[in-house]
Every structure is written in C-alpha cells, then in structure tokens.
C-alpha cells in the first residue's frame, strides 16, 4: 500500500525558512507527478506547487520566486524549499502523487504538516 508521509513542517517567523519532505513508500512505480497542496483554517485547499517525472515545475502566483520544488525519482521523495516565509503562508501542506499509465489512474494524499509562520 502507498503511504506518503510528509516532514519538516514547525514554526518559523516572518522571513525565515523551512523545507518539507514528502518519502512515498510502498510503491513499486515512478509518479508521473507530484505535488504540494496547502489548506489554511476556513479556507479551501489550494495548489502551491508541482513537479513532473520530467521536471517540469509550476508554483502557484503567491510563492513564486519565494518556494521552490523538487524531486529525487529514485527515492520517489518531493521537497519544497520554502524562503521568505509570510504569515498568509501559515497553512498545513498536503503532499499528493499521481500515477497514471493508460486506463490505470492513481492518487495518494500525505496526511499533512503543519507550518505557522509567525509575524
């Protein structure tokens, strides 16, 4: 069974740095992508940044140029760079990999770190 499991979250203050982890274990094949999505109290989850099996990136408007996304294929491991913290950033981070190889379409979901950034 594929587990994502999700690191690196704490505390920080404004302008500091932190960087997730996301080990995706029990999978016998590469994600064709992998992503970081993040969900603040009363709001709705929102995609921060994504990366493919080729490494292609894209960041949502809000952290670009401040967080950065990559990825080890072989040890199927996501990490995200985050500089520049701003309290608006303060959230819990969602790790999500997507699999698909003709008609075979997968998802997995980490249960989530928490980071506060604090001003």
């Known amino acids: 069974q594929v587990q994502l499991l999700e690191s690196g979250g704490g505390l920080v203050q404004a302008g500091g740095s932190l960087r997730l982890s996301c080990a995706a274990s029990g999978s016998t094949f590469s994600f064709n992508a992998m992503h970081w999505y993040r969900q603040a109290p009363g709001k709705q989850r929102e995609l921060v940044a994504g990366i493919t099996s080729g490494d292609t990136t894209t960041y949502a408007e809000a952290v670009k140029g401040r967080f950065t996304i990559s990825r080890d294929n072989a040890k ?20 999500h990999a997507y699999y698909r190889r003709y008609n075979d379409e997968r998802q997995y979901w980490g249960q989530g770190t928490q980071v506060t950034v604090s001003s």
């Open 76 to 95: 199927n491991t996501v990490y995200l760079q985050m500089n520049s913290l701003k309290p608006e950033d303060t959230a819990n981070y969602y790790c």
